[in-house]
Each structure stands twice: as C-alpha cells, then as structure tokens.
C-alpha cells in the first residue's frame, strides 16, 4: 500500500485521511489513538489535507499497563492513580521526534528506543509513568491542534485510545477541543473501513495516498491488485 507513495519521495503514511475526506465530510479534526497517536487536520476550504504522527500511543501505555498485568489501563484507572514525575514528562516532551514538522511518521521500534527505554530509566511507581506518558500525550496532542486552529474545535477520537476516559480528559484539557461523542464501532472500526475504502479506490484507479499527507512529490495510487 506504501510502495508507490515512497518511491515519489514519500513517508507512505498515514493513509488513512483520504477515507475520512469521504466517510466524514463533517469532522475537521481527527486523533487516532491506536499503538501511535496520529492526527489529521481537513480544511474544507481549500480542501487540503495535512496529517502526521505526534507521538507514542497505546504502545507505551500498555507496556506499561503489562507490568501490572493488564494488557491495557481501562478507563485510565492506573494513570488517574498515579503524580506526575516532572523530569521525566520534560524528558519526553523533548524527545526530537517531538520537535519535527510534519509530514512525519513513527514505527513501534522508535516507540520502544525513545518512550519505552527513557522511562526505564526512572526509579517511579508505574502509577507515576503511566500519568506523567498520559499527560505527555495529552500535551503532545494539544500542542499540535493548536498549530493548526486558534478556536475551539470538535475532535473524532478514535482506536483503542478513545476508550481511555482519563486519556480524554487530558486532551480536552490541554486542548480546549469538544470531543464528538460516537458510537463505539465507529471507534473500534474506522480505520478497518478505512483500509476497505483505500482497496476501493486502488480498484477504481482513484488516487488514494495524498502528498499533502505524506510529503511525496505527487498524489499516487498506492497497493497492488490481483485478478483471477
């Protein structure tokens, strides 16, 4: 699905803003929270696109969530229990990724260099990383959307993270956004749907990997396509 985006100079993600320009013509905003938070910001003026990945998701949150046996923190109970550890929130909101312009993009493995292994080195409860990664995240998020607006905007969260109420209550925090209240499967399953649309439009030879997204030289038709 990448390939083609890459080879015109590319990120080859995210890939999933082409199908909320269709499925959600009425949301401007969109934050996936899935193993990496990511965001896209639709204009619908000019119609253009911009999205990137921010920061590290529930691939640093259920690292830790595991080392108290949970596969992930429901609702946030481990992190709404815990202080957050200043030194380590300024280590993390310093983390060079952090720093760069879009279009930009993460893979889990920079997850585990940068998050996983920075907060290994604090002697902290797990209470007290897993509040100081929320609000890192939280402040990581309303640090972008700021970039891009200076009112008040409705925000579609969606991926595992959106389950995370005290997650939400952070960002809404930070970033003064009203969270649209959806149903679950539009949470749990957007960006499967996403992935379908994407296929679609492979077979209709419509475009479906944006260069205002991913920084290639051009809008490309992205993923191969196998006929009996």
Not at 109 to 134: G, L, Q
Request: glycine share 8%; aromatic share 8%.
């Amino acid at each position: 699905m990448r390939t083609a985006d890459v080879a015109q100079g590319g990120q080859g993600a995210p890939i999933v803003p082409i199908a909320e320009k269709y499925l959600f013509p009425n949301v401007n905003i969109f934050l996936n929270i899935g193993g990496i938070c990511n965001i896209s910001f639709h204009d619908t003026i000019s119609e253009q696109i911009i999205a990137y990945d921010i920061c590290a998701g529930n691939t640093l949150l259920n690292y830790l969530a595991a080392k108290k046996g949970f596969a992930y923190d429901d609702n946030g109970n481990i992190a709404s229990k815990g202080q957050v550890h200043q030194a380590l929130l300024d280590e993390l909101n310093n983390i060079e990724f952090c720093k760069q312009n879009a279009p930009k993009s993460l893979g889990t493995e920079h997850v585990i260099e940068f998050w996983i292994n920075k907060t290994e080195e604090y002697n902290i409860s797990v209470e007290d990383k897993m509040a100081t990664c929320v609000e890192h995240i939280a402040m990581q998020i309303a640090t972008e959307i700021k970039k891009h607006t200076t009112e008040e905007q409705q925000l579609l969260i969606t991926g595992g993270g959106a389950f995370n109420s005290f997650l939400a209550i952070r960002i809404k925090h930070y970033s003064k956004c009203t969270i649209i209240d959806t149903d679950h499967k539009t949470i749990q399953y957007k960006e499967a749907l996403a992935i379908a649309f994407f296929g679609l439009l492979r077979v209709l030879e419509i475009p479906n990997c944006l260069s205002s997204v991913t920084g290639a030289s051009k809008n490309v038709i992205g993923g191969a396509l196998y006929l009996p």
